[in-house]
C-alpha cells in the first residue's frame, strides 16, 4: 500500500488526464454528434444514409481497434497524433457514432402530429426545431446520452493501450513494483467508478427532473 | 333449503388510517347470485376481493363450507393463513376481473387451459376436451387460437369467464366485469352470466348494472362509506330504496 | 496496401477469429444465466440481499471491463488463484455483463402490470410457476432488445482480452503488426471482421426478438 502513497502523484496527475480528455471528447462529440442528427433530418438520405453507415461502422468496430487504427494506421497515411491524440480522435469519432444514433431516435421519437400542428400554425422550420422538436428530443434523448457517458468513461482506460499514461497505464506500471496488485487495480477501479458513479447520478438526477417537470419519455398527450 | 356456502362475519378493513370496510356480515347460500352496489368508494371491490383473499381482512372471519379461510387453529391459538394455503381456496372461489387479465402470451384456447393442466394438475386431453366445450358455451369456439390482443373487450371477457369456470369453481366472483367493456358488447357477458345463474352457479357480482341485478340476482347488498346500508330481495330494494343514500344512488345510476 | 500480408495470414486470422467467437459466447451464455437469478434476488423481501444485488450491479456498471480483466488476470494469484488468459478475460467480461443484464432482466419483469400477478394469484397459481409460465414470457418482449444489444457489445468486449495476453482477434492483429510493420491492411481487414460478426450477432438478434413477439 505504500507503494500507492508513493506513486500517488501519478495517479492524480493520471486521474487529471483522463477527465479533461473525457469532457473534451464529450463536448466535441455530442456537438458534432446531435448538429449531424438534426441535419441528417433536414436533407434526408443523402446526408442521412452516410451517416448511418459511418454510425455503423463506428459503433460496431471494437473501441480497441479503432484506437489502434489511429494510432498505429494513421501515422502510416501521413497523420502522426501522438499517443493522446489519437485517443482523442478515436474516442471522438466512436462518440459522435453514438451520439448521431441517439439524437437520431429522438428526433424519430417526435410524434408527426406535433409537426403538424407547427406548420399549421405557420412555424417555420427553424423555428419550428428550436422551439418545438429540440425540447421533445432533449426529453428523449437526455437520459440515453447521460447513460451513454457513464458508460463511456470506462472505454477510457483503453487509452492504455496505446501508451497514454492515463490511470491503467499508471497502474499497469505500479503493479511492477508492488507486492499487492489485487489492490492497486482495484483502487484504480474505484478511480473510474467514482467519475462513472457521478455520471450515473447525475443520469438519474436528470431523468427524475424530467420526469417530473414534462411527464413520462413516452406518454402524455398524443396517447 | 339452501346453504351457506360463504359466510362473511364482521369484517372490516384499514390501510393505516383509512378504514374501507366498517364490520360487514351477510350469507351467501349455494346456488344463489349475490349483486353488491355502490358508489365508488363503498368499498364494493375491497369486500369481494376479500371474499377470496386477495385482500386478507383486517379484522374479522370469513368462512367458506363452514371453515374459516382467514386463519386456522394452532395450539388453541389463530393464526393466519399463508399464501399458499390460500392457494388452494382460491381455485374453488374464482374470479374474473373488471380488465379480463388474460395472458397476452397464449391463446384463448391456451388461456383457459393453463390453470387446470398446471394448478390442478388434470390430464391435457380432459382439460383441452373441457376448455372446448366452455368456449362453444361462451360462444367463441371460432376464436380459440386467436391471442387477446385480436379479441374485443366482450370476447376477451367472455374467455375469462371460461377460464374461471374451467377451474370447476364452487363460486364465481365478478368485479364490474362489464364496467369496461362498450355499451353494445356488454349484453353478450351479461347474457353467459345470466346462463351460469340459471344453471345454478353461485355467484357474487359486483355491478352497475341494474337490470341485471333486478333480473338475476336473489339477493342485492347496498354498500355505503364502508357498511352495508340495505340488503334483501332485488325487486323490493331496487324498487322501494328505504335509505337516502340508496335513493340518490339510484337515481344517478338512471340519468 | 499490401494485401498480401491478410491472405497470406489467413490460417491464423480465422483461428484467431474463431477464439473471438469462442470468447463472446461463452461470455453471451454465462452472463444472461447469473444475471436472471440476480434479477429477481433484486425485488425479494430479504433486505441485506437486495442490497448486496444493487451495489453489485452498480459496481459493475461503474468500473471498466478491463479493470475486471486485469482484477481476474493479474489480481488473483495474489489470493492463490492462477486463471489461464482466457478463463480470465471470460471472467472478467462475464463479471461486467451481468450488472446489465440484469438490470435489463429486471426492468422487463417490472414492466409487467401487477393485474397479471392477480390473475395468476386468482386462479391458485404460486409465484414460482406464474413468473415461469407467465411473468417471464410476457417480460422477455421488453427484457430482449437492450439485452440482445448489450450481447452484441459483448463480441466488442472480446477484444479487451488481447491486453491479457489472448490471442483472439485483435491480439494476433497487434502481434502481427509488430512482426510486419503492416499496420494498415491488417486493422482493416479486423474492423471488417468485426464488422461481419456484428451483423450476424443483430440477425439472430431480429430472429430471437422475432420468436418472442405474439403474432
Given at each position: 500500500m505504500d507503494v500507492l502513497f508513493q506513486q500517488w502523484p501519478r495517479f492524480m496527475s493520471a486521474l487529471w488526464l483522463t477527465v479533461w480528455m473525457f469532457t473534451l471528447v464529450t463536448i466535441v462529440s455530442t456537438l458534432i454528434g446531435a448538429a449531424l442528427a438534426i441535419l441528417a433530418e433536414r436533407f434526408g438520405p443523402v446526408l442521412g444514409v452516410p451517416l448511418r453507415i459511418y454510425a455503423w461502422i463506428f459503433r460496431g468496430v471494437p473501441e480497441l481497434v479503432v484506437l489502434l487504427i489511429c494510432y498505429l494506421a494513421l501515422p502510416y497515411l501521413g497523420l502522426d497524433l501522438g499517443s493522446v491524440g489519437s485517443a482523442i480522435l478515436a474516442f471522438t469519432l466512436i462518440g459522435i457514432a453514438f451520439q448521431s444514433e441517439i439524437f437520431r431516435a429522438g428526433l424519430a421519437s417526435v410524434d408527426a402530429r406535433m409537426i403538424e400542428a407547427s406548420r399549421g400554425l405557420g412555424m417555420g422550420w427553424w423555428l419550428m426545431t428550436r422551439r418545438v422538436i429540440v425540447p421533445q428530443v432533449l426529453r428523449v434523448s437526455v437520459p440515453s446520452w447521460a447513460t451513454f457517458l457513464a458508460g463511456n468513461v470506462?472505454?477510457?482506460?483503453?487509452?492504455s493501450a496505446v501508451a497514454v499514461t492515463e490511470i491503467m497505464t499508471v497502474t499497469r506500471q505500479t503493479m511492477a513494483i508492488s507486492k499487492d496488485p489485487f489492490t492497486l487495480i482495484l483502487f484504480a477501479g474505484f478511480l473510474y467508478g467514482a467519475i462513472a458513479s457521478v455520471l450515473m447520478v447525475l443520469e438519474i438526477v436528470i431523468s427524475r427532473y424530467l420526469t417530473h417537470r414534462y411527464g413520462p419519455a413516452n406518454g402524455g398527450g398524443a396517447a | 333449503m339452501a346453504l351457506p356456502i360463504l359466510q362473511i362475519r364482521d369484517v372490516t378493513k384499514s390501510y393505516n388510517t383509512l378504514q374501507v370496510l366498517k364490520g360487514i356480515s351477510f350469507d351467501v347460500l349455494e346456488g344463489t347470485v349475490l349483486g353488491i352496489i355502490g358508489a365508488s368508494g363503498s368499498g364494493k371491490s375491497t369486500l369481494l376481493r376479500c371474499l377470496n383473499m386477495l385482500v386478507p381482512p383486517t379484522e374479522g372471519d370469513i368462512l367458506y363450507q363452514g371453515q374459516s379461510v382467514v386463519s386456522r387453529r394452532v395450539d388453541g391459538r389463530d393464526v393466519k393463513k399463508s399464501e399458499r394455503e390460500l392457494l388452494l381456496y382460491r381455485t374453488q372461489v374464482s374470479m374474473v376481473f373488471q380488465s379480463f387479465?388474460?395472458?397476452?402470451?397464449?391463446t384463448a384456447l391456451e388461456n383457459i387451459m393453463e390453470a387446470p393442466v398446471?394448478?390442478?394438475?388434470?390430464p391435457r386431453a380432459e382439460v383441452r376436451e373441457e376448455a372446448l366445450a366452455l368456449l362453444d358455451k361462451v360462444r367463441l369456439s371460432h376464436r380459440r387460437?386467436?391471442?387477446?390482443?385480436?379479441?374485443s373487450g366482450g370476447e376477451q371477457q367472455r374467455v375469462a369467464i371460461a377460464r374461471a369456470l374451467c377451474m370447476r369453481p364452487r363460486v364465481l366472483l365478478f368485479d364490474e366485469?362489464?364496467?369496461?367493456?362498450d355499451p353494445e358488447l356488454k349484453g353478450e357477458v351479461l347474457t353467459v352470466m345470466r346462463d351460469l345463474a340459471a344453471e345454478g352457479m353461485t355467484m357474487v357480482s359486483v355491478s352497475h348494472e341494474m337490470g341485471f341485478i333486478r333480473n338475476v340476482a336473489d339477493e342485492v347488498v347496498f354498500m355505503e362509506h364502508g357498511v352495508i346500508a340495505e340488503k334483501g330481495n332485488p325487486k323490493e330494494v331496487l324498487g322501494d330504496p328505504q335509505t337516502p343514500g340508496l335513493q340518490s344512488f339510484l337515481k344517478s345510476v338512471r340519468d | 496496401m499490401n494485401w498480401s500480408i491478410v491472405t497470406d495470414n489467413a490460417g491464423m486470422f480465422v483461428q484467431a477469429t474463431g477464439l473471438t467467437i469462442a470468447i463472446s459466447l461463452a461470455t453471451i451464455v454465462l452472463s444472461v444465466v447469473i444475471a436472471f437469478p440476480l434479477a429477481i434476488m433484486r425485488d425479494l423481501p430479504i433486505a441485506p440481499l437486495r442490497a448486496a444485488v444493487a451495489t453489485y450491479s452498480w459496481m459493475t456498471r461503474a468500473v471498466p471491463a478491463l479493470t475486471l480483466l486485469f482484477l481476474a488476470y493479474y489480481g488473483l494469484p495474489q489470493f492463490g488463484i492462477f486463471l489461464d488468459p482466457v478463463p480470465a478475460a471470460i471472467a472478467g467480461l462475464t463479471v461486467s455483463a451481468a450488472g446489465y443484464n440484469m438490470e435489463y432482466i429486471r426492468a422487463g419483469i417490472l414492466s409487467v402490470p401487477a393485474t397479471q400477478y392477480e390473475a395468476c394469484k386468482a386462479l391458485g397459481m404460486p409465484l414460482v410457476m406464474a413468473l415461469r409460465r407467465v411473468i417471464i414470457p410476457q417480460a422477455m418482449r421488453t427484457i430482449l432488445p437492450p439485452l440482445t444489444s448489450n450481447l452484441t457489445l459483448l463480441v466488442k468486449g472480446s477484444s479487451l482480452a488481447s491486453l491479457v495476453a489472448v490471442s483472439e482477434l485483435t491480439g494476433q492483429g497487434m502481434a502481427l503488426i509488430s512482426f510486419t510493420y503492416q499496420p494498415v491492411p491488417i486493422l482493416i481487414a479486423i474492423a471488417i471482421i468485426y464488422l461481419i460478426l456484428n451483423t450476424v450477432v443483430v440477425a439472430i438478434q431480429a430472429m430471437v426478438e422475432r420468436r418472442f413477439s405474439i403474432p
Amino acid at each position: 500500500m505504500d507503494v500507492l502513497f508513493q506513486q500517488w502523484p501519478r495517479f492524480m496527475s493520471a486521474l487529471w488526464l483522463t477527465v479533461w480528455m473525457f469532457t473534451l471528447v464529450t463536448i466535441v462529440s455530442t456537438l458534432i454528434g446531435a448538429a449531424l442528427a438534426i441535419l441528417a433530418e433536414r436533407f434526408g438520405p443523402v446526408l442521412g444514409v452516410p451517416l448511418r453507415i459511418y454510425a455503423w461502422i463506428f459503433r460496431g468496430v471494437p473501441e480497441l481497434v479503432v484506437l489502434l487504427i489511429c494510432y498505429l494506421a494513421l501515422p502510416y497515411l501521413g497523420l502522426d497524433l501522438g499517443s493522446v491524440g489519437s485517443a482523442i480522435l478515436a474516442f471522438t469519432l466512436i462518440g459522435i457514432a453514438f451520439q448521431s444514433e441517439i439524437f437520431r431516435a429522438g428526433l424519430a421519437s417526435v410524434d408527426a402530429r406535433m409537426i403538424e400542428a407547427s406548420r399549421g400554425l405557420g412555424m417555420g422550420w427553424w423555428l419550428m426545431t428550436r422551439r418545438v422538436i429540440v425540447p421533445q428530443v432533449l426529453r428523449v434523448s437526455v437520459p440515453s446520452w447521460a447513460t451513454f457517458l457513464a458508460g463511456n468513461v470506462k472505454a477510457f482506460a483503453l487509452a492504455s493501450a496505446v501508451a497514454v499514461t492515463e490511470i491503467m497505464t499508471v497502474t499497469r506500471q505500479t503493479m511492477a513494483i508492488s507486492k499487492d496488485p489485487f489492490t492497486l487495480i482495484l483502487f484504480a477501479g474505484f478511480l473510474y467508478g467514482a467519475i462513472a458513479s457521478v455520471l450515473m447520478v447525475l443520469e438519474i438526477v436528470i431523468s427524475r427532473y424530467l420526469t417530473h417537470r414534462y411527464g413520462p419519455a413516452n406518454g402524455g398527450g398524443a396517447a | 333449503m339452501a346453504l351457506p356456502i360463504l359466510q362473511i362475519r364482521d369484517v372490516t378493513k384499514s390501510y393505516n388510517t383509512l378504514q374501507v370496510l366498517k364490520g360487514i356480515s351477510f350469507d351467501v347460500l349455494e346456488g344463489t347470485v349475490l349483486g353488491i352496489i355502490g358508489a365508488s368508494g363503498s368499498g364494493k371491490s375491497t369486500l369481494l376481493r376479500c371474499l377470496n383473499m386477495l385482500v386478507p381482512p383486517t379484522e374479522g372471519d370469513i368462512l367458506y363450507q363452514g371453515q374459516s379461510v382467514v386463519s386456522r387453529r394452532v395450539d388453541g391459538r389463530d393464526v393466519k393463513k399463508s399464501e399458499r394455503e390460500l392457494l388452494l381456496y382460491r381455485t374453488q372461489v374464482s374470479m374474473v376481473f373488471q380488465s379480463f387479465n388474460l395472458f397476452p402470451h397464449m391463446t384463448a384456447l391456451e388461456n383457459i387451459m393453463e390453470a387446470p393442466v398446471h394448478v390442478l394438475r388434470r390430464p391435457r386431453a380432459e382439460v383441452r376436451e373441457e376448455a372446448l366445450a366452455l368456449l362453444d358455451k361462451v360462444r367463441l369456439s371460432h376464436r380459440r387460437d386467436q391471442y387477446p390482443h385480436r379479441l374485443s373487450g366482450g370476447e376477451q371477457q367472455r374467455v375469462a369467464i371460461a377460464r374461471a369456470l374451467c377451474m370447476r369453481p364452487r363460486v364465481l366472483l365478478f368485479d364490474e366485469v362489464t364496467s369496461a367493456l362498450d355499451p353494445e358488447l356488454k349484453g353478450e357477458v351479461l347474457t353467459v352470466m345470466r346462463d351460469l345463474a340459471a344453471e345454478g352457479m353461485t355467484m357474487v357480482s359486483v355491478s352497475h348494472e341494474m337490470g341485471f341485478i333486478r333480473n338475476v340476482a336473489d339477493e342485492v347488498v347496498f354498500m355505503e362509506h364502508g357498511v352495508i346500508a340495505e340488503k334483501g330481495n332485488p325487486k323490493e330494494v331496487l324498487g322501494d330504496p328505504q335509505t337516502p343514500g340508496l335513493q340518490s344512488f339510484l337515481k344517478s345510476v338512471r340519468d | 496496401m499490401n494485401w498480401s500480408i491478410v491472405t497470406d495470414n489467413a490460417g491464423m486470422f480465422v483461428q484467431a477469429t474463431g477464439l473471438t467467437i469462442a470468447i463472446s459466447l461463452a461470455t453471451i451464455v454465462l452472463s444472461v444465466v447469473i444475471a436472471f437469478p440476480l434479477a429477481i434476488m433484486r425485488d425479494l423481501p430479504i433486505a441485506p440481499l437486495r442490497a448486496a444485488v444493487a451495489t453489485y450491479s452498480w459496481m459493475t456498471r461503474a468500473v471498466p471491463a478491463l479493470t475486471l480483466l486485469f482484477l481476474a488476470y493479474y489480481g488473483l494469484p495474489q489470493f492463490g488463484i492462477f486463471l489461464d488468459p482466457v478463463p480470465a478475460a471470460i471472467a472478467g467480461l462475464t463479471v461486467s455483463a451481468a450488472g446489465y443484464n440484469m438490470e435489463y432482466i429486471r426492468a422487463g419483469i417490472l414492466s409487467v402490470p401487477a393485474t397479471q400477478y392477480e390473475a395468476c394469484k386468482a386462479l391458485g397459481m404460486p409465484l414460482v410457476m406464474a413468473l415461469r409460465r407467465v411473468i417471464i414470457p410476457q417480460a422477455m418482449r421488453t427484457i430482449l432488445p437492450p439485452l440482445t444489444s448489450n450481447l452484441t457489445l459483448l463480441v466488442k468486449g472480446s477484444s479487451l482480452a488481447s491486453l491479457v495476453a489472448v490471442s483472439e482477434l485483435t491480439g494476433q492483429g497487434m502481434a502481427l503488426i509488430s512482426f510486419t510493420y503492416q499496420p494498415v491492411p491488417i486493422l482493416i481487414a479486423i474492423a471488417i471482421i468485426y464488422l461481419i460478426l456484428n451483423t450476424v450477432v443483430v440477425a439472430i438478434q431480429a430472429m430471437v426478438e422475432r420468436r418472442f413477439s405474439i403474432p
